[in-house]
């Protein structure tokens, strides 16, 4: 038996869960910061790393006690290394290093995109998984396509060209109004809403498996704020948000921004599922817990579609431990030094034993 203590502080939620053979969750411990940050409008990232710092220990204490094991029966402890909030990261690098030297432990950094994948391997623990699978990442800051050879084997197909499909839901949700996270409020204003009742651009149709947002956005923007005059945008300040115009029906621009977005997302997928003779496709990331989506991609693709249940849709540890899992197995460990990589794309790991 392999147990894995995992770490996850890259964004707003600081994280910790132990994970047995990669696949069972042992404890799943979440202290979300939605609140702190809803009176921004978004993630303040000093306020992050702050935050962090408070509910690491705590957290991390509370994930090994509900596991019901010791510190001494972990065989490795795991942390996001990135991508993500360079000041986040750091609280949870250095304190998986603390740990896993007090512990005598190794220690593994981990490509959050690469837990949101895993999350998949959390889902149905019994299921096997029939290499390869198409894989589609929608959180807030990544929107991605990948093809999926083999543990650690991904190519990428393709990716956002602007805004990440979380992001849009976000800032769509702060022009109207809504409270932040955009993402869940959008799904609640639509579905008291008329999808048909704009209508918005699809992103890129084209043959590309690349997806682009900001257009969409913008398009939302024009048809729901005071346009203010040059005179009088200059008098406002440029960083004031626009104002909603009143005769605009929330629930019915939240459902029509959304069935654009979705339509553009399952459409390139469904696509590249077909191409690349997939088995299935797994879908992540906070954006992942969208039922339109849900509905949508089941209903368009005539392979199987999973999705992980919503806590593990956003940011949690538990897939940051089962990804170090395989990592784990083929011998893969990080040295002391290792540091925080804020930009880490994730690229093919060959898990082969280490010269
Ligand atoms: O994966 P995640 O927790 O964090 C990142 O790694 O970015 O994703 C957070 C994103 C936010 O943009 C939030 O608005 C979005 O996921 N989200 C949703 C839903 N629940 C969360 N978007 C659409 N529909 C939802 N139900
Ligand atoms: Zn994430």
Not at 109 to 127: A, C, D
Not at 241 to 250: E, F, T
Not at 279 to 285: K, R
Not at 331 to 341: A, I, Q
Request: glycine letters at 8%.
């Amino acid at each position: 038996m392999t147990l894995i203590l995992g770490i996850e502080t890259s964004c707003d939620e600081t994280a910790a869960a132990v994970i047995e053979d990669g696949r069972t969750i042992r404890s799943n411990v979440v202290a979300s910061q939605i609140d702190l940050h809803a009176q921004f409008g978004g993630v303040f990232p000093e306020m992050a790393s702050r935050a962090h710092i408070e509910a690491m220990a705590p957290v991390v204490e509370q994930a090994v006690t509900n596991s019901g094991v010791a510190y001494s029966d972990l065989d490795a402890i795991a942390v996001t290394r990135g991508p993500g909030l360079v000041g986040s990261l750091l609280v949870g690098v250095n304190y998986a290093k603390g740990v896993a030297l007090a512990a005598g432990k190794p220690l593994l950094g981990i490509n959050h995109l690469e837990g949101h994948v895993y999350s998949l391997w959390l889902t149905e623990p019994q299921r096997e998984i029939i290499f390869p699978v198409l894989v589609l990442i929608v959180s807030g800051g990544h929107s991605e396509l990948l093809l999926m050879r083999d543990h650690g084997v991904y190519e990428r197909l393709g990716g956002t060209l602007d805004d990440a499909a979380g992001e849009a839901f976000d800032k769509v949700g702060r022009m109207l109004g809504l409270p932040f996270p955009g993402g869940p409020n959008i799904q609640r204003a639509a579905q008291n809403g008329n999808a048909a009742a704009y209508n918005f651009p699809r992103a890129k149709r084209d043959t590309s498996y690349d997806f682009s947002f900001s257009g969409l956005k913008t398009a939302v923007m024009r048809e729901v704020t005071v346009q203010p005059t040059a005179d009088k945008r200059r008098k406002r300040g440029g960083n004031k948000a626009p104002k909603l115009r009143s005769d605009v029906s929330v629930n019915d621009v939240a459902a029509s921004f959304q069935a654009a977005l979705v339509e553009s997302l399952v459409e390139k997928t469904v696509r590249a599922a077909r191409a690349y003779e997939v088995t299935e496709i797994l879908m992540a990331g906070g954006v992942s817990a969208n039922s339109a989506l849900r509905q949508a991609l089941r209903a368009e693709s005539e392979l199987p579609v999973r999705y992980p249940p919503l806590n593990l849709c956003t940011d949690n540890a538990a897939m940051i431990a089962a990804a170090a899992h395989y990592r784990f197995l083929g011998g893969l460990r990080d040295d002391w030094d290792m540091d925080v990589y804020p930009n880490w794309p994730l690229s093919s790991h060959t898990y082969k034993t280490q010269e």
